[in-house]
């Protein structure tokens, strides 16, 4: 069943007509495409290019349409081409004459370039309101562990005291830089290209700004060849889709390592956790290893559309409806991702007395110890030479900073008083540290604010 049977005097090959199609998933976007066609002819009419009562039987007959594949009463078969073919053959079925009408002043190439940017906005929509989800679960966390101490490390290497509060902070300012990713491509992906016809506009005289008032963009788009052959906003949003992929897995990695028996520092709840059919002693992190590995197939969409569109001239080619497959799948997959990490960590407990542990074990408040001195008057690099000979006097002893007595601190220099305890103490190495950004208890609570007021947004 085509479009364009017209011209042609052979039918199509059966292995071209499937390798040609794309009807088996571009039908995810039939809600936009009739969204698309109600909006066009609406404008036909009011120009008087089609006549009121054409109008409304098109209208009513795409709307039946919608209806029928909503419920699944009409079913997609495989002798159309595309989404563009099945609506509109569909719709002269069921009105006839009118229906034949609807195409007037439009093209397939300006309806999928829009059927594509709507299908991207709405979708847009729905992962922003996931990573919305998902931080305000980190948020919970921030403000549930202000006092929750742990290492902070470099090199993977325990660095110095902070506070789980802060380590969630972290993730918090990556998903809010993923959010406003997306508003930026939003904003600026958010022109209408229908009207621009096949490639060079069309001879009907069509209102642009109408439509594109209708379906909610700022205007329509200014260079008809551009417009049918823009996939831009594709392309960043798959980067914008990779860039969430790529903290989601970082996030994964470090679940993983705290989930490990050596560090212990978390335990995943039985839902997000699965056994082995061989070791009965194993809980595996299947989902964060799974979200992990996923982040492959999105980076991969978007260096496969890359390359797609490098070697394209102007303006539509028909390589661009390789832009579907890839795009929906990066879509699905981060969703997915995002919906189920957020029920992993809110449901994930934490052994707090472990994270403690293990910053107090590692020297992560030798710095403080080495600042200490400082303030005594003991210039910054002797400072840390001498601390360097304490961690190593402590390391032979298989002991911590804070174990040594008074006498073996002044042994090694005579700077140290009693109040070292105290200055090199837990509490005290994450509480000074109250510089905006760090984990100091004042520091946070005032970034906790500014995160509330942020997800108002
Ligand atoms: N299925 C096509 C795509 O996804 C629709 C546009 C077809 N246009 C054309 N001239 N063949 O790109």
Redesign the pocket.
Known sequence: MKLWGGRFTKEENELVHNFNE?LSF?RKFYGQDIKGSIAHVTMLARQGIVSEEDKETIVKGLESILEDLDSGKLEFTREYE?I?SFVESNLIKRVGEAGKRLHTGRS??DQ?ALDMKLYCRDEIGEIDKLVKGLMEEILKLMEDNLDTYMPGFTHLQKAQPVTLAHHMGAYFEMFYRDRTRLRDIRERMNYCPLGAGALAGTTYPLDRDYTAKLLGFYGPTMNSMDSVSDRDYVIELLNALSIIAMHLSRFSEEIIIWNSNEYQFVELDDAYSTGSSIMPQKKNPDIAELVRGKTGRVYGALISLLTTMKGIPLA?D?D??ED?ELTFDAIDTVKGCLALFAGMISTMSFRKDVMENSAKNGFTNATDAADYLVNHGVPFRDAHGIVGQLVLYCIERDMALDDMTLEEFKAVSPVFEGDVYEAISMKTCVEKRVSLGGPGKAAMERVIQACKERLKE
């Open positions: 794309s571009d595309d563009h397939r190439n999928v539509y028909k661009m409806q579907k």
